[in-house]
């Protein structure tokens, strides 16, 4: 929520804090301030309020009220008398149909008004928050939710048949909201009428039959309150979220009714003449404040620490609670808006947070009981490092495919759509990708595995799969080299237990749990820990270009040498280095060995071009010809 | 520039390798891991970490949705909950269900760490990937406060990186609800939420508030593992490209 330094202070008798101490002070006492923005004459924070504190905070006055508690200010009393005497002729009839989902409407008529530009205050209130100003009557109403949280909706009086009627839907009824769009409702849906036709949908919003125009002479304020799970469900199906509709489905108390009533009265009094009638309050059910029975040791140990029970005390008074002191066990009466204060470990946090997380003491419980090993991660950690060990790397994959068993409901993308039913495609597109760059790994042979869930009709299952690829022509099969590696898992899991799975040219996958089922409870992790301590070097998203050099050097020359002027004469753009074939022979009588090696460029910022990978090559040959007796092939 | 040869060994994703040096840590203070489900019902991944339907904490996790109502358990995972057939099923969306199950099958008191893949229904970026590893972890025992949640905590956290700070939060699972940051590198980082067991969460996996308490907390694997070895990019993670899993 935009909140305004401006419009908190208004509500503190003290001066506040500069705008960083208290967003600092909020961060650390009630909700995080994601942002500050300074703008002329006052500072906007853009506060994040999480569902809990919804039920009081996405108003001004709620955010004055934490402010006060964590810093120990004083709020200022709100002062809503004004000097209007109440037309008892004029009033407006409420009838609520559905008592379950509107529990409180206050209807009040407010004639001769005049529906003009708001006042500049006004203006530059709603503007601080980035909200628009549209005409005195609704930029109050708007006013009065930014400040208490209440929603409120203005009728135009004369265009309302008879009083307000607050019912269900009927079949095949419209209406065309106040921003034109048409809903279609149904029974599901509550509405705002008149005798004739619907005028609002209810708590989420207005229609155009009774909307203020600037031709509006005479009003019907409401005030009102809706289920909230009621709210939520209807502005979700409706697709219509606004602001009045996120306040009612967090849950506002529906004592703020009066209150916002009774602030749009006397704000809007301030500008004009008019007449108010009587407000017509139908209270379904008085909300009672809430008693909860607590001991001050509970909050203390809870916390971990003693925290002297008047500090604690102090803490609930000053978040407007009052606390009857009897022997050891507190009656603590909270205030109608903390709908969010229900049970007792509820004021834990209270406390808490007000009196400062970082005084918790550390406490690293001792030990009470000896750790269990979990099978499932025991052998599943064992194939890995299995695998490892015969060279295989392991990878992860997305577990979402375009076609599997299992659908989604609301996939992320079209090609995400089901859930994988197996390993062995992603582990063969994985395969062909990594084929690509095996110069770049320095690999002749690309081979990899993964351990993860796929999803049948049947369940999910645990899935092991394999891959093999050879990266140039070699002498030995893929597929005898899964076969050994097998034969090596089989010597853990036993004999023919890993032989019923899918074993293609390049892959290998087989369903673990029935494996592992069987096996004996393992005694003690055995894996080997060793938390890698690299730094990550970025991946190029660049092409790189590979080639071979080959020199022959009189026989006792160093490979280190050779490779040292490489290096040195390639520079930056050298990525990899690889010496793949090492002979020695007779040359015109001479003895002399042949080192072979593969390099591979590739830059962070661009494409190289063949030109640029040439120039490097033949600077590097040149420095190797150079050498007395040495030759590159 | 690389120039050893890779050919003799190979590489653990480094996430395996971060999943394996968190137990370790956590074995030493008494903590098990424990597994569960991928595929949840609603009723573990909401409804009984107190986050019923048409409530608005619902929105703060992008769920995906099944249509199938499939089984949620392979038979051979020794849980329970072949549940009720007829609730809807979703990826889950935080490790905190198996809580729930671990709850219902053990005798407090107990501490474990849940490492394991979750899934949110968000759009992929360099911070978000509809698939990621989190870290539950569970103390449940006759006392438990928050000065041992963040002692527990430190302890961890202290061994991979520096000290933390609490802030107030919500999850509605636990009550106290905080938010934990940990000191990295001259910057303050948001890695956890935690807090206490609430006591609905007791009440519904069939544990005694009244003689139990804990605490919990959770956070994702992925941003340790990003933040540990400056890794930019999560989806990396997923891609199965050894130019990753290889410099591990």
């Keep these: ?633 | 520039m690389e120039t050893k040869n890779k050919l003799s060994k190979g590489h653990l994703h480094p996430i395996t390798s971060l999943i394996r040096e968190i137990e370790r840590i956590f074995a030493t203070i008494g903590f098990s891991i424990a597994d569960g489900p991928e595929i949840e019902t609603e009723f573990y991944n909401f409804d009984a970490l107190n986050i019923p339907a048409h409530h608005p904490a619902r929105d703060m996790q992008d769920t995906f949705w099944l249509k199938t109502r499939t089984p949620t358990v392979s038979a051979s995972q020794n849980l329970k909950g072949q549940a009720d057939n007829r609730e809807r099923r979703v990826l889950r969306t935080h490790t905190s269900p198996v809580q729930i199950r671990y709850m219902e099958l053990h005798k407090p008191p107990f501490r474990i760490i849940v490492p394991g893949k979750v899934f949110r229904n968000e759009a992929t970026d360099a911070t978000h990937e509809a698939q990621f590893y989190q870290l539950e972890g569970l103390m449940v025992d006759e006392k438990v406060s928050l000065a041992d949640l963040k002692g527990t905590l430190e302890y961890f956290y202290k061994k991979l990186f520096g000290e933390l700070r609490f802030r107030p939060s919500y999850f509605p699972f636990v009550e106290p609800a905080l938010e934990v940051d940990i000191f990295f590198k001259d910057k303050w980082l948001e890695v956890n939420g935690a807090g206490l067991v609430h006591p609905k969460v007791f009440e519904a996996a069939g544990v005694d508030p009244k003689n139990w308490q804990g605490f919990a907390f959770g956070g994702g694997i992925d941003r340790l593992a990003m933040i540990k070895y400056g890794i930019p990019d999560v989806r990396h993670f997923y891609s199965g490209d050894l130019r990753l899993s290889t410099q591990f």
């Design chain 1, 1 to 633: 929520m935009k909140v305004s330094y401006t419009w908190l202070q208004a509500h503190i008798e003290e001066k506040i804090p500069v705008p960083e101490k208290v967003a600092e002070l909020f961060t650390f006492g009630a909700f995080e301030v994601e942002h500050i923005e300074h703008a002329d004459n006052d500072t906007i924070f853009d506060i994040k309020v999480l569902p809990d504190r919804a039920h009081y905070a996405l108003g001004h006055r709620g955010m004055a009220y934490e402010l006060a508690a964590i810093a120990a200010l004083t709020l200022k009393p709100r002062r809503l008398e004004n000097s209007i005497r109440r037309d008892e002729a004029l009033s407006v009839e409420v009838d609520i149909r559905n008592k379950e989902l509107c529990t409180r409407y206050i209807g009040t008529p407010i004639h001769g008004i005049t529906v003009k530009k708001s006042p500049e205050w006004l203006e530059n209130a709603l503007r601080s928050i980035g909200q628009r100003s549209i005409n005195n009557v609704v930029d109050i109403a708007n006013y009065v939710m930014f400040d208490t949280g209440q929603p409120l909706h203005a009728f135009d009086a004369d265009k309302v048949v008879g009083g307000i009627i607050i019912r269900s839907a009927k079949k095949d009824e419209h209406i065309t909201t106040l921003d034109k769009r048409e809903a279609e409702l149904s029974p599901e849906i509550l509405v705002i009428a008149d005798e004739e036709a619907p005028l609002a949908i209810a708590g989420i919003k207005g229609g155009t039959k009774a909307g203020v125009t600037s031709e509006t002479k005479n009003i019907i304020l409401e005030a009102a309150h809706f289920d909230p799970a009621y709210i939520r469900k209807i502005s979700t199906k409706l697709g219509i979220k606004t602001d009045a509709s996120k306040r009612y489905e967090n849950e506002i108390t529906p004592e703020f009714t009066s209150i916002g009533s009774e602030l749009f009265i006397t704000l809007l009094e301030k500008e004009q003449k008019m007449r108010v009638g009587k407000s017509t309050d139908v209270y379904v059910k008085k909300s009672e404040k809430r008693v909860l029975h607590v001991n001050p040791e509970f909050i203390s140990s809870n916390l971990g620490f003693i925290i002297p029970a008047d500090k604690i005390k102090e803490i609930l008074m000053r978040l407007g609670m009052e606390v009857n002191e009897a022997k050891d066990m507190w009656s603590v009466t909270i205030p109608h808006s903390r709908l969010d204060i229900a049970i007792p470990e509820d004021l834990i946090e209270e406390v808490g947070r007000i009196y400062g997380y970082e005084k918790i003491p550390l406490n690293v419980p001792p030990l009470s009981k000896v750790q269990e090993i979990n099978k499932n991660f025991y052998y599943a950690e064992k194939i890995r490092d299995i695998l490892v060990k015969e060279g295989f790397s392991e990878i992860y994959t997305s577990s979402f495919e375009n076609k599997g068993e299992i659908e989604l409901q609301n996939a992320l993308a079209s090609d995400k759509g089901f859930l994988r039913s197996e390993l062995s495609s992603h582990i063969l597109k994985s395969l062909e990708f990594n084929v690509h760059n095996a110069d770049l790994l320095g690999l002749d042979q690309i081979k990899i595995f993964e351990i993860g869930k796929i999803f049948t009709k049947k369940g999910e299952f645990l899935s092991l799969a394999i891959g093999m690829k050879n990266a140039r022509k070699l002498k030995v099969k893929e597929r005898s080299v899964l076969e050994k590696v097998i034969e090596g898992l089989e010597q853990v899991f036993g004999a023919g237990a890993m032989s019923h799975s899918k074993i293609s040219d390049t892959t290998y996958e087989i369903i673990l749990d029935p494996i592992l089922e069987k096996m004996q409870e393992p005694k003690e992790y055995d894996f080997i820990y060793a938390l890698p301590e690299t730094k990550y070097k970025p991946i190029s998203v660049y092409p790189f270009i590979s080639r071979d050099i080959a020199v022959f050097v009189p026989e006792g020359t160093t490979e280190e040498e050779v490779r040292n002027i490489i290096i040195s004469d390639a520079g930056e753009l050298l990525q990899h280095l690889r010496l793949f074939d090492v002979f020695t022979k007779s040359i015109d009588g001479k003895s002399m060995t042949s080192y072979a090696y593969r390099l591979v460029f590739q830059s962070y910022e661009k494409t190289l071009s063949d030109n640029e990978v040439n120039e490097i090559t033949n600077k590097i040959t040149n420095t190797l010809n150079a050498n007395t007796d040495w030759r590159v092939r």
